[in-house]
């Protein structure tokens, strides 16, 4: 008998470190939702709520496979789970759970589970709901009556169990709503932004796809073709323009990436070739051909003087 005893104390501890490893992993993995669900919490929350699950009093035990209690929240689409006190009647947590309130239609859901040690689901210890108008409310009185917010003692009873209170401290705090002409000017500045964005990624693609061939950009593409065309332009000031805009958008936003700047300086200096070399040595052929022929060149000024740029095209 004290040999089985061994036996089962030393299996039953496997399984717990073994669970609670688990229930680290599950934790760690769901931390990035709810640091995305905070960091978005200003754009879109009218407050943040901050419970402290403190701990459960007198909880009803299971029959046969021990009582490991522990709090899962909901309020909402948003879950928090506190952390497992196994083999434990009256545990304390001591577990902050931060939620951000959207709206004041719904309650918040406090659920007492105990976990099954090896298989098969998790029990149903009692459960505690929280109306948020009542958790508001209380919290915009006191603040009316003071400058900072009164944290909310509450020791429930839980529901649905024939005996049993959960511990909570509540703290909920307003956040600061934008003013209409800021909002106006916040809006304003997030659809300058979301187009900016848009013309960026379009002429970027368009210019120097990375899933296209030469034959496929120059051939089927009038967009890209278009593109091209316009960075040959005889025309100093539309070159100027034309890659003073791509030099902002492989800028902005920052930092911009070597190779890309590195292929701007040589595509800007290698079309230069052409647009201010060669160009510029055919013309200057055809006005002397012009004026010779016309017999103007020693009269007419400097070669090519006489001649426009409508003749020359």
Avoid at 111 to 116: I, K, P, R, T
Avoid at 151 to 158: F, G, K, N, T
Avoid at 197 to 225: G, N
Wanted: hydrophobic share 45%.
């Amino acid at each position: 008998r004290g040999l089985i005893g061994a036996m089962i104390r030393i299996f039953w501890v496997d399984i717990v470190l073994e669970v609670e490893a688990d229930n680290r992993k599950e934790t760690e993995d769901g931390g990035f939702d709810d640091e995305a669900e905070l960091a978005a919490a200003p754009a879109i929350a009218r407050g943040m709520l901050q419970v402290l699950v403190v701990e459960a009093r007198n909880l009803a035990p299971v029959h046969g496979i021990g009582t490991n209690p522990y709090v899962r929240a909901v309020l909402g689409q948003q879950v928090r789970k506190s952390s497992t006190a196994w083999s434990n009647l009256r545990p304390a947590w001591n577990c902050i759970m931060d939620f951000p309130v959207v709206s004041l239609n719904g309650s918040l859901e406090l659920e007492v589970m105990s976990q099954a040690p090896l298989f098969g689901g998790d029990t149903r210890l009692g459960y505690v709901s929280l109306p948020l108008k009542d958790i508001v409310s209380k919290s915009e009185s006191s603040l009316r009556v003071s400058a900072t917010p009164q944290l909310s003692y509450r020791c429930e009873p839980l529901a649905g169990a024939k005996h049993g209170e959960l511990v909570l401290i509540l703290d909920y705090r307003p956040l600061p709503r934008p003013t209409t002409r800021s909002a106006f000017f916040e809006s304003v500045r997030r659809t300058i932004r979301q187009w900016a964005a848009r013309f960026r990624a379009f002429f970027l693609y368009h210019y120097w796809p990375c899933d296209k061939s030469t034959f496929q950009m120059y051939l089927k593409e009038p967009v890209d073709i278009s593109l091209l065309l316009v960075s040959l332009s005889p025309f100093v000031l539309v070159r100027a323009i034309f890659y003073t805009v791509l030099l902002l958008c492989l800028c902005i936003p920052g930092p911009p990436d070597e190779h890309q700047i590195v292929q701007f300086i040589l595509a800007f200096k290698g079309l230069a070739v052409f647009t201010d070399g060669a160009s510029r040595v055919l013309y200057g052929l055809a006005a002397y051909y012009t004026c010779a022929r016309a017999g103007t060149c020693a009269t007419g000024g400097t070669p090519g003087s006489g001649i426009g740029t409508a003749t020359f095209l």
